[in-house]
C-alpha cells in the first residue's frame, strides 16, 4: 500500500494551500475532505466578496475558491471528496493509519489537520429528501446566484444570513418572501430597517406547515405557512428557496483516535506557533489550530500551512532544509514557470 508522505485532513484553505506547497517541497500528498466539494467554509459564503487576502482584487468566495483549487493541484496531489476520516493511529513501523467512511484505510508520514471547527452539516429542514439531501429548487449555502434572477424566491430564517440574502436579492428577483418563526428578526439594525421597508414580503411568527412538490417529487412548487397567532394559513408559490436555519458543526476529532489527540473548546487543537501538536508527525493549521498570536482568518491559513508543512519535511528528513529556499524549488518549477511565463509575454 502506498505511504503519503503528507495526509491533509480537509480541504479548505489551510488544507489547499498545504498542498500546493507539499508539491513544493518535493512530497507526496493526499488530500481527504469530507464534503463532496473542495473550498471549506468558504462554501458557506460563496457570493460575499473577500477582499481582505493580499495580492488579489475583491472577488466573490465562490471565484476565489477556484483560485485555491487550481494552485493546490499544481503537483498533482490525490484529492479525495466526500471522504471523512473517522480514525487514526500509530503503526508499529511509524507510520499513521486512517481509516474514513468510505471503509478506506491509508498509510501515511504525517499528518496536517486542517479540519477547521470540524465539519459542517445543514440543520435538518423540511426542504430535504428523505434521503436527506436538499430538494432541487432548495439552496443551503448559496451557489447558484444565477438561478435566483426574476425568480419568486421564498428564504427561511430570521438572522444575519437570511436577512443578507433578502437585501441582496429584493432588486433582482421577482419577489422575495421572508419566513421567520419567531417575532422579531436577529441581524444588524439597518439591515432590518432594509428588509422591512417595502421590497421584501415579511413574514414573521411563521410556521411552515406544509410544501407542494412537483410531480417527481424533486422540486418545490408551493409553501404553506401558518401565522402563530392568527392561525392563518396562505400558500406562496415558488421557484427557488434558500434555507438559512444554520449548520451543525461537529468535531469528535475521529470516532477513533488512539494516538492521544485532544480537543479544547469544542472545536481546536492546542500547537505551537509552528503548527507542532503534542503528537509528534500531526500538526494542526488554519482554524482548527491554536496558539497565542493565531489569526483566523484566510490569510492566517496560508502562514500556517507554510510552518505545517516545513515542520513535516523536517519530521520525514532531519537533515533537509528547514524552510523551502527558492533554489530548492527551482528544478521542481522550472517548467512550470518557463510555461507561466510564455503564456504572459504572449499575451
Ligand atoms: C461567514 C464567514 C465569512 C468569512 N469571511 C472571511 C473573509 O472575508 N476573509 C477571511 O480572511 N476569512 C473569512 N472567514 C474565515 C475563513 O473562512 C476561515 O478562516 C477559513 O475558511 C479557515 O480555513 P480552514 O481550511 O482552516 O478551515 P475550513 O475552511 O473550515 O475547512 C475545513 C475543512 O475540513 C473538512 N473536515 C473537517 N473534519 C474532517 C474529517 N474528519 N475528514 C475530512 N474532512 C474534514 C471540512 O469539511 C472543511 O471542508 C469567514 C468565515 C465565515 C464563517
Given at each position: ?23 513544493l ?9 469530507a464534503?463532496?466539494y ?108 444565477e ?47 432594509r ?89 494542526a ?63
Amino acid at each position: 500500500m502506498e505511504v503519503y508522505d503528507v495526509t491533509i485532513i480537509g480541504g479548505g484553505p489551510a488544507g489547499l494551500y498545504s498542498s500546493f506547497y507539499s508539491g513544493l517541497r518535493a512530497m507526496n500528498v493526499q488530500i481527504i475532505e469530507a464534503q463532496p466539494y473542495l473550498g471549506g467554509k468558504l462554501n458557506l459564503y460563496s457570493e460575499k466578496i473577500v477582499w481582505d487576502v493580499g495580492g488579489i482584487p475583491p472577488m466573490p468566495a465562490g471565484q476565489f475558491i477556484q483560485h485555491l483549487v487550481n494552485q493546490a493541484k499544481t503537483f498533482q496531489p490525490t484529492i479525495r471528496n466526500g471522504e471523512k476520516v473517522t480514525s487514526l493511529k500509530k503503526r508499529a513501523d511509524g507510520n499513521f493509519q486512517l481509516e474514513t467512511t468510505k471503509g478506506k484505510t491509508y498509510l501515511t508520514k504525517t499528518i496536517l489537520l486542517a479540519m477547521g471547527n470540524g465539519t459542517l452539516d445543514p440543520s435538518p429542514t423540511p426542504f430535504f429528501t428523505n434521503k436527506g439531501e436538499p430538494l432541487k429548487n432548495v439552496q443551503i449555502a448559496v451557489t447558484d446566484f444565477e438561478a435566483l434572477k426574476q425568480k419568486r424566491v421564498f428564504i427561511s430564517g430570521g438572522g444575519q444570513s437570511a436577512i443578507d440574502w433578502a437585501n441582496t436579492l429584493a432588486p433582482i428577483a421577482k419577489e422575495v418572501t421572508l419566513v421567520y418563526r419567531r417575532e422579531a428578526f436577529k441581524a444588524h439594525e439597518s439591515e432590518i430597517e432594509r428588509v422591512t421597508s417595502g421590497l421584501v414580503k415579511c413574514k414573521l411568527q411563521a410556521d411552515l406547515v406544509d410544501k407542494k412538490l412537483s410531480a417527481d417529487g424533486k422540486i418545490i412548487e408551493a409553501i404553506t405557512i401558518r401565522n402563530k397567532e392568527t392561525a392563518e394559513e396562505e400558500m406562496i408559490l415558488v421557484d427557488e428557496v434558500i434555507v438559512c436555519h444554520g449548520f451543525n458543526q461537529k468535531n469528535e476529532l475521529f470516532e477513533q483516535n488512539d494516538v492521544g489527540l485532544e480537543v479544547f473548546n469544542e472545536y481546536y487543537v492546542e500547537t505551537t506557533p509552528q503548527t507542532k501538536t503534542a503528537i509528534p508527525g500531526i500538526f494542526a493549521l488554519g482554524d482548527a489550530a491554536s496558539y497565542s498570536g493565531k489569526v483566523h482568518l484566510i490569510a492566517g491559513t496560508f502562514h500556517d500551512a507554510i510552518n505545517a508543512v516545513n515542520a513535516a519535511k523536517l519530521y520525514i528528513d532531519p537533515k533537509a532544509d528547514a524552510i523551502g529556499t527558492v533554489s530548492t524549488y527551482a528544478d521542481k518549477l522550472k517548467p512550470k514557470v518557463a510555461k507561466i511565463w510564455e503564456q504572459y509575454t504572449t499575451e
